[in-house]
């Protein structure tokens, strides 16, 4: 198999550490080494969108981090950390389409981004804005995990009592706010299961470059 993917981006390392955690054989392809151009061009009659991260595995291809993630665990794992039944499989991918879109966009391109690179700045005034924004997102999303997903389940995770991938991906997600030193303490479930994940994630990894991912995820 090979994972075309700019691998510094968190998309990549949530299923980077699937792959490595079961030791699953997956050569990388890193976008922000390679020419991504070129990438598309070798995978534009089955991958037309350009859309990464994307994962070759012989004559098949899967787009997107989250079919990717899910086509690895079907085929190679399992469903381990996927859910071991039919309902709660169902749970955790709807948790991960939205950590995938609705969550990730919030803090990535509404919030962070702006912030931190030129490339993604639209405006002094424009920025500000956005990333008023996005901060109000991210707030109306913590609010979710904190009264619906932690207050109102038994569960010590977002699913079920076991760490899933539904919680390495919100986890990984979130962790991207450390470095612009966002206040988590309105919400203390949810950094005690932030805590939580980051220990056992730890626990998991079997890769040095892992546990540098994860050493950023941390809780004030």
Same mark, same amino acid.
């Given at each position: 198999?090979?994972?075309?993917?700019?691998?510094?981006?968190?998309?990549?390392?949530?299923?980077?550490?699937?792959?490595?955690?079961?030791?699953?054989?997956?050569?990388?392809?890193?976008?922000?080494?390679?020419?991504?151009?070129?990438?598309?061009?070798?995978?534009?009659?089955?991958?037309?969108?350009?859309?990464?991260?994307?994962?070759?595995?012989?004559?098949?291809?899967?787009?997107?981090?989250?079919?990717?993630?899910?086509? %690895?665990?079907?085929?190679?794992?399992? /469903?381990?950390?996927?859910? *071991?039944?039919?309902?709660?499989?169902?749970?955790? +991918? $709807? #948790?991960?389409?939205?950590?995938?879109?609705?969550?990730?966009?919030?803090?990535?391109?509404?919030?962070?981004?702006?912030?931190?690179?030129?490339?993604?700045?639209?405006?002094?005034?424009?920025?500000?804005?956005?990333?008023?924004?996005?901060?109000?997102?991210?707030?109306?999303?913590?609010?979710?995990?904190?009264?619906?997903?932690?207050?109102?389940?038994?569960?010590?995770?977002?699913?079920?009592?076991?760490?899933?991938?539904?919680?390495?991906?919100?986890?990984?997600? %979130?962790?991207?706010?450390?470095?612009? /030193?966002?206040?988590?303490? *309105?919400?203390?479930?949810?950094?005690?299961?932030? +805590? $939580? #994940?980051?220990?056992?994630?730890?626990?998991?990894?079997?890769?040095?470059?892992?546990?540098?991912?994860?050493?950023?995820?941390?809780?004030?």
């Amino acid at each position: 198999m090979i994972l075309y993917a700019s691998m510094s981006g968190d998309e990549a390392k949530v299923i980077q550490f699937y792959l490595e955690t079961f030791k699953i054989a997956c050569s990388y392809r890193d976008l922000d080494k390679d020419d991504q151009e070129k990438a598309k061009e070798d995978l534009v009659s089955q991958n037309p969108v350009g859309i990464f991260p994307c994962l070759q595995d012989s004559d098949t291809i899967i787009f997107g981090v989250v079919p990717v993630l899910l086509y %690895i665990a079907e085929e190679y794992a399992n /469903f381990t950390m996927c859910g *071991s039944t039919i309902e709660s499989r169902c749970k955790i +991918e $709807r #948790v991960l389409m939205w950590a995938a879109s609705s969550l990730s966009r919030s803090v990535y391109h509404n919030f962070t981004a702006p912030r931190l690179f030129e490339s993604h700045s639209i405006g002094e005034f424009q920025n500000m804005s956005l990333v008023t924004h996005g901060k109000e997102e991210i707030i109306e999303h913590f609010d979710v995990i904190e009264k619906v997903y932690l207050t109102n389940s038994k569960n010590a995770y977002l699913v079920n009592n076991e760490l899933s991938m539904a919680d390495v991906y919100v986890a990984t997600t %979130i962790s991207a706010l450390e470095s612009l /030193f966002f206040d988590f303490s *309105s919400w203390p479930l949810l950094c005690k299961w932030f +805590e $939580r #994940v980051k220990t056992d994630m730890t626990k998991t990894a079997h890769d040095n470059k892992l546990k540098t991912m994860l050493n950023r995820v941390r809780v004030l």
